[in-house]
């Protein structure tokens, strides 16, 4: 059974770095996509970006000047980093695996980052 | 980036009902759509990817279809735990985009 894990800091300062971690159990990461969603009630579900187990990347433009995703196959890891935050960056952060033709199969249970001082 | 509308936003219908969402996408996506199911607090759950493909594990009551522009997605007999958010995302051009959802209610 595949789960994946969010894990980092639930309240970001205001000009901060926001940073995850997802971590992968009950397959490997090869032969995947790896991604990151968020969900505001303002937004909705937006797309952030992803990372194929090999490294490449994809970033949503509305972010890819901030957005950051790395992984560590060897830890069964990837991660997020988005800077420079706001308020509106507060949301619910979901993992996810993609495979095949960006199908998203299995979804962490979300972790709520606020952007406060 | 491509703009997925779905309709209605919310519904209410009982228990044994057939129930239908449709996602209209502002360009042609072929049938690159998938459909989820979220509840409260939970993360979506995959339903039905391609459009039409039902994901393993998931029961046949739900179904999907459409392509293009123009996508349904069907419960053919409602049970009460099928209360939830229900969501279409595009995965044919990026940024992958979402419907805004649709809130359904068991009477």
């Known amino acids: 059974q595949v789960q994946l894990q969010e894990s980092g800091p639930g309240l970001v300062k205001p000009s901060e770095t926001l940073s995850l971690t997802c971590t992968v159990s009950?397959?490997?990461?090869?032969?995947?996509?790896w991604s990151w969603i968020r969900q505001t009630p303002g937004k909705g579900l937006e797309w952030i970006g992803y990372i194929h187990y090999t490294g490449s990347t994809n970033y949503n433009p509305s972010l890819k000047s901030r957005v950051a995703i790395s992984v560590d196959a060897s830890k069964k890891q990837f991660s997020l980093r988005l800077t420079s935050v706001i308020a509106a960056d507060t949301a619910v952060y979901y993992c996810?695996?993609?495979?095949?033709?960006?199908?998203?199969?299995?979804w962490g249970q979300g972790t709520l980052v606020t952007v406060s001082s | 980036d491509i703009q997925m509308t779905q309709s209605p936003s919310s519904l209410s219908a009982s228990v044994g009902d057939r129930v239908s969402i449709t996602c209209q996408a502002s360009h042609d996506i072929s049938n690159n759509v998938n459909w989820f199911q979220q509840k409260p607090g939970r993360a979506p759950k995959l339903l039905i990817y391609d459009a039409s493909d039902l994901e393993a594990g998931v029961p046949s009551r739900f179904r999907g279809g459409g392509s293009g522009t123009d996508f349904t997605f069907t419960i053919s007999s409602l049970r009460s735990e099928d209360a939830a958010t229900y969501y279409c995302q595009q995965y044919h051009t990026l940024p992958f985009t979402f419907g805004q959802g649709t809130r359904l209610e068991i009477k």
């Open positions: 996810a695996r993609v495979r095949g033709k960006f199908v998203f199969d299995y």
């Open positions: 009950g397959d490997s990461m090869s032969g995947y996509y």
